[in-house]
Structure formats: structure tokens, C-alpha cells
């Protein structure tokens, strides 16, 4: 099977900002997102983002691990993907690469 | 079996049945609210001591001119030359009432009082109506102050205020303020929670709906533990913003909107 994507797999800023967050944090809550993320995630749109995201496959979802039966709804624990962090590094270098190329034709 | 009658209703009927006293009541209030008599209230204030032309009168002397003058305005001939100038109750008049109950009713519906002490130096007219157009009864203040103005003992420099409307009681207004914040409140925060159930696959109710639901429920719960009910209504208010952003988001429209971001990217 040819894994090769022919389109680059550029992220929003808000997919930038969560694959940032869940490779340096591991797993975490929508919640905690929004908290660390300081105004960058809303609680509004945090999910609806994080579903688009789980349907590209840049992150992977599990309904939090409960030992006792608890009252109320369970929350989701979200992690980053292989294809997720491979994007997120590949975002990065395609950063430092224009901002380099910027740098070299004297635009900074 | 009660059970099993439930679990076979459709999404939008088990909700109904579920909620409906939430849904009954809430419009039982406002129903019963806007079936409650509207006034038309008009108020004029004037200065006391341009009212009356002889300003050394004691309160006892003033009292007494004022009664006798308002008597004079509130005649049966005066209140009916208003009634034929203004076409008052004229279903009323078309239905052959009697004339001199047109009279009492209209005396019934102007009050002219001499303010307390918090208003001290200043007189009031007030006018009210059922259901009578608010122009008329701007013309009638006037016309009953005119009257006033034409005593020969009194002389008017100023009106202290326009005159306004006042359209519904102070009161019902309260009431209906409370309903209808009870009504808004109440019944968006259920049909919210309701939404995904009826319009949202379950793929999209489980990844996007559940989790905002739970960060509510749990953010909630900490603020009552805590008890801190302006924090907790914060976060109501807050997370029903983020409801209805989720709903839009995953609407139709919401995807219309990524699409042409995509688009346009």
C-alpha cells in the first residue's frame, strides 16, 4: 500500500496549538487543553476540532478509565498519533525552512 | 412495560414527554402574563409653585383650591366635551352605552393628586386606560392640563416633565420580566442538551456533545462544592455559549463555513 501523501498536511492553528500540547503532556482532557492552551482553545469549538482531527487520524481518543461506578459523564483522554506528531514536526520544519528562506532574501 | 414503551417512542416525543412540565409551566406563566389587562398611563408633573398663582397659600388653603379645581375639570360637561373631542369609547358609544357611565368611566381613569412629600412642589395627572391609542391620551394630558391652566387662579410656567408613557403597570412588568427570564432561562438550557439527541448522528454526539457535557457537569459540580453560585452561573451561562458554538460548528452551516476555509486556504 503506498503511504505517500500527495498533499502537504498543513495544520490549522488550533491543530497546531492541541498537537503541541498532547506531545509535550501526553494524554490529556479537553478541558485541560483549553486551561494550558490560554485562550488559544475554546471550549465551543475544542471538540469539534478534536473530531476532524480523530477522523484525519493526528490524534486518538478513550473514554477515561473508571474503577468505581461514578455519577455523571465520562470524559475523553486524548492523545497524539504517529501520522499526528509526524504532521506536527513536519509543520515545524516547513516553519523554520520559510522563515529561513525569508531570512536569506532579506524580508526579516 | 412502562419501559418498554419509552424506549420505543421517537427521540422527539420521549424528550416531550420527559420535559413536559418544564415546557407546560413556563408557558402557562407567559400565556396567563400576556393575557393580563395593559394600561395606557399618562403622567404630567408640574411645579407646585408655578401651579398655583398665589404662593403664600398655607398647605391646608392649597389643598383646598387644588380639590376645587379638579372638580371643575373632572365635571360631567367637561369629561364629556373630552369624550366627543377625542372619540373616546367610541365601540362603547356605537353599542348605545349611556352616556353617564362613558362619564364615570373616563373620571375613573384620570387621577389628578397633589404629590407627597418626596415630590414636594409638584402636582401630578395621571391617565389611564385599557387598550386606548397612547397619542390619544398624550392629547388628553394636555388637554386636561389646559383646563387646569385656564382657571383663572392658576398660572403654569413650566412642565417639570414631559409627559410620558407608561404602557404597561410598573408592576406587570416586573412579573412579565420574571417570566419571561424564567422562560428563557429554563427552557433553551433543556431543549440545548436535547439537540444533539434529535439532529446529531452518535458518532458526533459521543466525540463532540458528551465530553462538552461532562466538562459542564464537572465544572459545575466543583463551583456547587465549593459554593460559589455566581461561579455557577458563570459556567452556565459559559458553556451554553459553547453549546450552541458546538451546534452551529457541526450544522450544515458550520460545515459550509470549513469548507470554504479549506477553499479559500
Known amino acids: ?104 532574501e532579506g524580508y526579516n | 412495560m412502562k419501559e418498554d414503551t419509552s424506549k420505543n417512542q421517537i427521540p422527539i416525543l420521549k424528550f416531550l414527554n420527559k420535559h413536559k412540565w418544564r415546557i407546560i409551566l413556563p408557558l402557562s406563566f407567559s400565556l396567563f402574563y400576556l393575557a393580563l389587562p395593559r394600561y395606557t398611563k399618562k403622567i404630567i408633573a408640574v411645579q407646585q409653585n408655578a401651579f398655583f398663582k398665589s404662593s403664600v397659600l398655607g398647605e391646608a388653603e392649597m389643598i383646598e383650591e387644588f380639590s376645587e379645581i379638579k372638580e371643575q375639570v373632572l365635571s360631567d360637561e367637561s369629561l364629556k366635551n373630552l369624550i366627543l373631542k377625542y372619540d373616546l369609547y367610541k365601540t362603547e358609544r356605537e353599542a348605545n352605552v349611556a352616556e353617564n357611565v362613558l362619564v364615570e368611566k373616563l373620571r375613573n381613569s ?44 392658576i398660572h403654569i410656567d413650566k412642565y417639570v416633565s414631559n409627559p410620558y408613557d407608561a404602557n404597561v403597570y410598573r408592576s406587570y412588568v416586573f412579573f412579565g420580566a420574571l417570566l419571561q427570564g424564567f422562560v428563557m432561562l429554563v427552557i433553551p438550557l433543556i431543549l440545548l442538551w436535547e439537540i444533539p439527541n434529535m439532529f446529531y448522528s452518535p458518532k458526533t454526539k459521543e466525540m463532540v456533545f458528551e465530553p462538552l457535557k461532562s466538562d459542564w457537569q464537572n465544572e459545575l459540580t466543583d463551583a456547587k462544592m465549593r459554593k460559589q453560585p455566581l461561579k455557577a452561573f458563570q459556567i452556565n451561562i459559559q458553556y451554553s455559549y459553547s453549546f450552541i458554538a458546538a451546534i452551529i460548528q457541526k450544522s450544515p452551516l458550520g460545515d459550509l463555513v470549513e469548507f470554504v476555509r479549506k477553499f479559500a486556504k
Open chain 1, 1 to 104: 500500500m503506498d503511504n505517500k501523501n500527495e498533499e502537504f498536511p498543513k495544520l490549522s492553528r488550533k491543530e497546531f496549538s492541541i498537537l503541541q500540547l498532547l506531545i509535550s503532556n501526553g494524554e490529556m482532557f479537553g478541558l485541560e487543553m483549553v486551561k494550558e492552551s490560554e485562550g488559544e482553545l475554546k471550549r465551543g469549538t475544542i471538540y469539534v476540532t478534536l473530531q476532524r482531527m480523530g477522523d484525519k487520524g493526528y490524534i486518538e481518543s478513550r473514554e477515561e478509565p473508571r474503577e468505581l461506578p461514578e455519577i455523571g459523564i465520562p470524559r475523553r483522554e486524548y492523545s497524539a498519533t504517529g501520522l499526528g506528531e509526524r504532521v506536527y514536526q513536519t509543520n515545524i520544519k516547513a516553519q523554520e525552512f520559510f522563515n529561513r528562506d525569508f531570512v536569506l
Open chain 2, 110 to 153: 384620570v387621577e389628578i393628586r397633589i404629590g407627597n412629600e418626596t415630590f414636594d412642589r409638584t402636582a401630578f395627572i395621571w391617565i389611564r386606560f385599557n387598550k386606548e391609542n397612547s397619542q390619544n391620551i398624550a392629547a388628553l394630558s394636555g388637554e386636561v392640563m389646559n383646563q387646569f391652566e385656564k382657571n383663572p387662579d
